[in-house]
């Protein structure tokens, strides 16, 4: 059974930081894993990429403000977030992709909630 748990959330003020952490059981393999959020009344969107050859893609809203890493040897992905604004509040799902060749999201976490305030 494949089981995808995040952490780490909580609530701050606008300028502070947060570190998101998530861990994957139950794969034998690993291609990509994702952060996403998602606001009350807007669309899920992916904020940050990371595959297994530590290629990444951030979205442009935050790009120099967060930075994802991972650690293979725990299938762990993690989301520094620095600089934060209130319109960084929302849900954050961490997604894990196990094809190199399908390219959906098979696998969720449950989310974190992140409220940052003005």
């Known amino acids: 059974q494949v089981r995808v748990v995040e952490s780490g959330g909580g609530s701050v003020q606008a300028g502070g930081s947060l570190r998101l952490s998530c861990t994957t059981t139950g794969v034998d393999y690993i291609d990509s894993m994702a952060w996403f959020r998602q606001a009350p009344g807007n669309e899920r969107e992916a904020v940050a990429v990371i595959d297994s050859g530590n290629r990444i893609v951030y979205t442009d809203s935050v790009e120099g403000r967060f930075a994802i890493s991972q650690d293979k040897t725990k299938n762990s992905v993690y989301l520094q977030m620095n600089s934060l604004q209130p319109e960084d509040t929302g849900m954050y799902y961490c997604?894990?992709?196990?094809?190199?060749?399908?390219?959906?999201?098979?696998?969720w976490g449950q989310g974190t909630q992140v409220t940052v305030s003005s």
């Open positions: 997604a894990v992709r196990t094809s190199p060749t399908d390219m959906s999201w098979p696998y």
